[in-house]
């Protein structure tokens, strides 16, 4: 159940394609907020949200009408969008209107015999084919499923608060279900802008594993003589919010309460639930971001603790295989706040105080799963890619969606790496490399890498070399490698796509390098690849690095950067594959002779969208892209703009440039020069 025959989901052609009519059981809190993303992320869908009780239905309506007037004013939704989720809904009393639906997603309260109640309703109406799924948070699928009339057609469907906006879902299948539902489910998913995540039919699944104990390891806590607000204080260097604030907002403490009691019944009664949860309803804690003072003695035991439990559920979630360790650790900060997950946490680090966090943690709370080898051999994964093998070829996935895909070296070193190990391989024919999701390629470079090299040229110029290392091996490899372009690839995102051997992308996709809009150049070969690889496009390519022109698949298709444009996902892998058949007899490498770029017209110092840019910067640049064009090795040109890319990032628009990105705000280049 586990092992996808695809990790990327969209990779696959879809069985079903998207639901036409989905009824939603359940108009609490998540059925409003799953409905609002279903409506306004699949067009033509019209869905029915069903509920006992009128109230229920009338607040669910003001709820999704708010939604709707806030993603107006903040431009997240488009009128169009906005028109289907205000029109497309019917808000009902009566189960019968749910006879037409391919799809009944249940999201009642989290209770085993409601829920069968409620599926032998919907099974009494709907058809065999219509899909059945459960938004549930640790009840498995063969305990709710267990008196359906046609078990096939089910599954799990876990999402996680604000269900609208968190894009993390686990999809769980289990052994009376239809195995291929769980790929048709993620591929919904993944085209719709979620993040599926799969997970074992267990208890709990896998990310309230790691969420109910870290909840309730800080209930237990409390009898250590520490206080609520301590604990949330010195967990907020791992997530953004401290559990007792979550269960405040979450009002979580009977969920804890539930799940612990289940879980130790079922596996041992070192889950018991800490027993202060049955006498608290409101914990007296901190806001997210706040901390106070804490007892270094306090501090210590605490964060031992934490990350005691933390790491104890994260082997045993991959010692009985409940998900996959890239799942486990994405999940872990889209859908739970973490700030890194926990196998960089272990890396971070060292093994050697892994091993004596769960040494302790064991001793202090026994019972509790232990690593069953040794940490290195947890740590040993791509945290930022996904591979997959198709008709010869391997596909390389970018997915770090919390962060449009950006880029940093440990992603380009997995690249590299997976690259070097097949590519002399003969059964691969060529690399493909894409991005998850439909809505990026790759966002750049990390911005957030940026404020430690600022005002440190050789250290800044020296990262551009490091991140270089991926391109300058494409650059040398005699076999093809083609990006295929899925969305925007900004920056670094489309630096790497133009030193693959052939670009395709999807009709949508749009190019950029806004660099400059953050008052550093971009380092890593935008200054000098487009100019030796399509010379007569050089006007274009001066208003892309220096106003941040942005230029559209179209554009691109038109002046030679693009070999081909897709509709569709599935197509643009397909297109991607033909294209390496081809490209394999007529490779050809970048340029080292000089290239004549002409005179450069005198540009204003404005982005495109009239937004005053840093002067100083522009300078850098111009005189960057000039001295690069005039280099007789392809190397020389490149060092050019690493150690432009190190100047820029010494001058005060580069720090504020960045501040700006960090701060969410605009900056501004007329105090900088
Ligand atoms: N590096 C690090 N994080 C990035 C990123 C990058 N290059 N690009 C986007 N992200 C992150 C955002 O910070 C945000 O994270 P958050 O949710 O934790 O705040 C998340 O990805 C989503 O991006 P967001 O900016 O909220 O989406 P948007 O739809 O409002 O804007 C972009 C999309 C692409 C226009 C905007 O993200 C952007 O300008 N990104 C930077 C692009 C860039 O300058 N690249 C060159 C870098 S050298």
Known sequence: MLKREHQNPLIQTPSRGFPKAVAVIGAGT????????????????????????????????????????KGLKRKKLTQNQAERVTHNITYTLDYESISGCDWVLEAATENVDLKRKIFKQVESIISPQTLITSNTSSLPASLIFADLQYKQRSAITHFFAP????????????????????????????????????????????LDRIFDNWCNEAGYLLDQGVTAQEVDSVASEFVFAGPFCVLNIANGNPI????NTFQA?????????????????KWNTLLPGETIDVDVSKRDLIRDRLLGVLFSQTVDIIDNEIASSNDL??????????????????QDMGTTEVDRILTVFSVDRPGMPVPKKSINDYLNFYRHILVDDLKGCKIITIRRPDALNALHDQM?????????????????????????????????ADIGRFPSMLG?????????????????????????????????????????????????????????????????????????????????AADLFHGMVINAQKMSSEEALKIGVLDGIADSYHELI??????????SSEMKAISDQPVEIGEMPPIKPQSASGDLLSKEVIAIMESAIADAAQKTTLEEALEVGYIAFGASACTAAAREGICAFQERRRPDYSLTG
Request: hydrophobic share 40%; proline share 5%.
């Open 30 to 69: 998540i059925g409003p907020d799953i409905s609002y993303y279903l409506l306004s992320t699949i067009p033509g869908l019209s869905l029915t949200l069903v509920d006992l009780s009128e109230e229920s239905l009338e607040r669910a309506k003001e709820r999704i009408s708010g939604y709707v007037k």
């Open 574 to 583: 397909e297109a991607s594959i033909d294209r390496i058949n081809t490209l």
């Open 329 to 346: 650790e994405l999940g872990c900060r889209i859908a739970l706040g973490f700030k890194k997950g926990p196998f960089e946490l272990m």
């Open 412 to 444: 380009n070193d997995e690249i590299l790496s997976v690259i070097e190990r097949f590519e002399n391989d003969p059964d691969v024919r060529g690399f493909i490399l894409t991005g998850y999701g439909t809505r990026a390629f790759c966002a750049g």
């Open 265 to 281: 019944q079922e596996e041992g009664n070192h889950y018991l639930p800490a027993p202060i949860f049955s006498s608290v309803s």
């Open 256 to 259: 804890i309460i539930e799940t």
């Open 456 to 536: 440190n040229s050789d250290e800044a110029a020296q990262y551009s070399r490091e991140c270089s290392r991926l391109l300058r091996h494409i650059d040398g490899m005699s076999k093809p490698v083609v990006a295929a372009i899925n969305g925007l690839a900004l920056g670094g995102g489309f630096e790497l796509a133009m030193r693959c051997h052939s670009l395709i992308a999807l009709k949508e996709a749009w190019f950029q390098l806004p660099e400059i809009t953050l008052g550093i150049v971009p380092g890593i070969g935008a200054m000098v690849v487009p100019y030796r690889k399509w010379p007569h």
């Open 163 to 206: 269900a609208f906006s968190n894009p993390a879902v686990e999809v769980v299948g289990w052994e009376g279900g239809d195995d291929t539902l769980v790929d048709q489910l993620r591929w919904i998913f993944s085209a719709t802008g979620k993040v599926p995540l799969v997970a074992a039919d267990v208890l709990c699944f896998m």
